[in-house]
Structures are given as C-alpha cells and as structure tokens.
C-alpha cells in the first residue's frame, strides 16, 4: 500500500466569495473552473489547471491561511507576475530554492499561494 498522487488542495473562502476567487483563479491565474459535484454543498467552487485541482469552500468561521499554501507549477513565471502586479496583487520574493524560480502572493481573501517555475 503507498500514496499515489495528489488529488486536490482544499482552501477557505469566506461566505459569498466565490465571484472574486474566480475573477483571481480563473481571470489572472489562468486555471479552469469544474462544476462541483451535485451532492455536495452548492457553495464553494473548483478550480483545475494542468494535473492540478484547487477546491474553495466556505468556512462560516473564515480565516486566511497565511503559512500553509499551495504552490502552483506555472509555465511563464515572469508574465504571470506582470499579470498579477498589474491587477494590483502584491508579489513577494522568499528563500531560493534549488531548481526553481519562485514567488509568493494572495488570493483575494489573503490566502498565501506560491508560484514555481521549474529553473
């Protein structure tokens, strides 16, 4: 028995967000938006972008995750960062890490999301 993969990465959204995480998931990040699963909660979205699947879902109780994040592959950091700082994002620049070029931003709730592009 082993883990094979990893299926999604779950974030919290506050009530009512879901029109601006898809104006930044979908408009600026590039990901696609997938319809969630009729069973479950109407609230909340999905997202996919490559192998990648982010699910948003409302926390009554929310509160940004300012450490724990996602870190997203990207094909074309630079441009990205451009779309993002003129959209009025807020980029910043952390630790090297070997093999990548990187940076940090937020969603709009002040969820931490990483950007990586292999080097």
Known sequence: MAIVGLDH???????????????????????????????L????????????SLHLGVDPDFRPA???????????LDGLRIRLEDAGCVTKDDKPVAGYRRFFTEDPFGNRIELMQKA
């Open 66 to 76: 300012r450490k724990a994040h996602p870190a997203l592959l990207v094909d074309d």
């Open 9 to 39: 990465v779950q974030l919290a959204i506050p009530e009512g967000g879901e029109d601006e995480a898809r104006r930044f998931f979908v408009d600026l990040l590039g990901m696609n938006e997938v319809p969630k699963p009729a069973n």
């Open 41 to 52: 909660s109407p609230s909340g979205c999905w997202f996919t972008g490559g192998t990648m």
